[in-house]
Nanobody, 120 residues
Framework: VQLQASGGGLVQAGGSLRLSCAAS??????MGWFRQAPGKEREFVSAINWSGSTLYADSVKGRFTTSRDNAKSTVSLQMNSLKPEDTAVYYC?????????????????WGQGTQVTVSS
């Protein structure tokens, strides 16, 4: 089982980035995105289940959009109006249950992370 995240980079505040995560070896009912900034705990960003139901952290609502392609076993995170406080390593995670949750412990597999840096 492998989750491969990509698409991170350096962007100015107000800009956009699109992250992608490809799952191989297993189908997950729910895919989530988390992030971790230096010195901080890993925090929930978004989740989407097989039927397309989504869940977002308050801090990203209206700016970030998650989507998935079940046929390709991929999930994406479109990040708009980026702020310096969005700077973190972003991780995708897979969960067998179709119930989307925001707690890291609720996910069964994790990708390796991709760095997002937003300059002011």
């Amino acid at each position: 089982v492998q989750l491969q995240a990509s698409g991170g980079g350096l962007v100015q505040a107000g800009g956009s980035l699109r992250l992608s995560c490809a799952a191989s070896g297993r189908t997950f009912s729910t895919m989530g995105w988390f992030r971790q900034a230096p010195g901080k705990e890993r925090e929930f960003v978004s989740a989407i289940n097989w039927s397309g139901s989504t869940l977002y952290a308050d801090s990203v609502k209206g700016r970030f959009t998650t989507s998935r392609d079940n046929a390709k076993s991929t999930v994406s995170l479109q990040m708009n109006s980026l702020k310096p406080e969005d700077t973190a390593v972003y991780y995708c995670a897979g969960r067998y249950s179709i119930l989307a949750v925001s707690t890291p412990g609720g996910y069964d597999y994790w990708g390796q992370g991709t760095q997002v840096t937003v300059s002011s």
